[in-house]
């Protein structure tokens, strides 16, 4: 044999090496998978499992509607919360009502009424950080036209009222302004339900009314709006006048209630501090022997934001100084 064909033989641990090799597996690479494969395999599985894959689509198909509704509910009610507290008060209004004495001080009792005139009302109008203020008086009277009557709520209040309580007129109509006030006219802005009961389809604006037994020349009639916060009687069932010429009517020494307006909501708190000092009224001491309380409701917007989604109320107390204190 010669030396090529000697060459061309494999040895022994030539031999055993290549077995040894070719005897350990390899990982297997991954395989590419094409678009068109995963949808034959996608198409194939919705076919033979037919009724599995409508099961699953309803449920991603009722979970979708689900939330869709949910967010469209929450909207809308944060809209109709929002409508509603501006249909009653204009932001940063707070309705304040007299309360009593919770201290014996000044030799006075405990539980003592706390009275307010329309002149204090008038002063804390003076204060830089108050925009509107207004007294209110209140009375259940019958109103009448022609041959209808019925009975509503007279409010008497001022020309500002009309800002801090979001009372717009129809068209062709007005509020109450300063020289009505001023001149104790006797003019009215009804509510819209007044005008439904006692006009009907006929025009008020220009007609006169009768207020227990009293004329009232109708100035405007309220535009209709939601209102989901109120006292004692919604808008739109109510009688305004003005508040000097409401002492025909009613005793008009003291208020029922009185609504102010600080300058901006953010002001707030420092208003209601400014007004819980007693020097609030021109020459009244700053140290009162006594005092008592008023009760304070405030609806306000949180500051810097046009929406309500998040009204804020709160109550609280002003201090009055001890002439204030008025009997009962």
Known sequence: MDAAALSSVPSVSSVSSVAFVSSVRRPPRARFVSSREILREAFYGLYHHRFRAALSMLGISWGIISVVVLLAYGNGFRGALDAGFRGAFSDGTVVTFPGQTSLQAGGERAGKRVRVSPDDVIAMGELPLVKNVSPEFMKEAPIGYGNRV???????????????????????????????????????????????????????????????????????????????????????????????????????????????????????????????????????????????????????????????????????????????????
Request: hydrophobic fraction near 35%; aromatic fraction near 8%; include cysteine.
């Open 150 to 328: 019925s009975s509503h709520l007279v409010r008497g209040v001022s020309a500002a009222y009309g800002v801090m309580r979001a009372e717009q007129p129809q068209p062709g109509g007005r509020f109450l302004d300063e020289e009505d006030v001023r001149l104790r006219r006797r003019v009215a802005f009804i509510g819209s339900e007044v005008q439904r009961k006692l006009f009907g389809g006929i025009p008020p604006v220009g007609e006169t009314l009768r207020i227990a037994g009293q004329p009232f020349e109708i100035v405007g009639v309220l535009e209709e709006k939601v209102q989901l916060s109120n006292y004692n009687r919604p808008d739109k069932y109510c009688v305004f006048i003005p508040w000097t010429t409401m002492s025909s009517l009613a005793d008009t020494r003291f208020v029922n209630t009185f609504v102010w307006q600080a300058v901006s909501p953010m002001m707030e708190p420092k208003a209601i501090e400014r007004l819980s000092v007693p020097s609030y009224v021109p020459g009244v001491a700053t140290q009162p022997a006594g005092t008592g309380s008023v009760g304070i409701m405030m609806l306000l917007n949180s500051p810097g934001r046009r929406s309500i989604s998040q009204p804020r109320v709160k109550f609280a107390t002003l201090t009055m100084p001890r002439s204030h204190q008025r009997s009962s």
